[in-house]
């Protein structure tokens, strides 16, 4: 059974970069034709997908974000990250990671095989 967590800081400041790890257990993050995103739900709207990694290592980012987002992997420990720069507090959220075995550009919640508990980030001074 694949299981995902997140992890990272819950309160970033201002302008500061918001960085979250997602660790894989129970599969591989280089597995065949598998995308590991990032996906976030700010308070009261819905699902916004931010962008995943590949099984390859290729990374693809939603337009609205792509300038303020990278995601990186380390696979000895099967982990992938999400830096988000220059953050404001509309980028205040639930930050989830999620995978599923074909490419993503938006998020609903059947739309993803596996999914970790989310981990709230607010951004305040």
């Known amino acids: 059974q694949v299981q995902l967590q997140e992890s990272g800081p819950g309160l970033v400041k201002p302008s500061q970069t918001l960085s979250l790890t997602c660790t894989v257990s129970?599969?591989?993050?280089?597995?065949?034709?598998?995308?590991w995103s990032w996906i976030r739900q700010p308070p009261g709207k819905g699902l916004e997908w931010i962008g995943y990694?590949?099984?390859?290592?290729?990374?693809y980012y939603s337009p609205s974000l792509r300038s303020r987002t990278s995601i990186s992997r380390d696979t000895s420990k099967n982990q992938f990250t999400l830096q988000l720069t220059s953050v404001t507090p509309e980028d205040t959220a639930v930050y989830y990671c999620?995978?599923?075995?074909?490419?993503?550009?938006?998020?609903?919640?059947?739309?993803?095989?596996?999914w970790g508990q989310g981990t709230q980030v607010t951004v305040s001074s």
């Open positions: 999620a995978g599923r075995d074909r490419p993503a550009d938006r998020a609903t919640w059947y739309s993803f095989d596996y």
């Open positions: 129970g599969g591989s993050i280089t597995t065949n034709d598998y995308y």
């Open positions: 990694i590949r099984y390859s290592g290729s990374t």
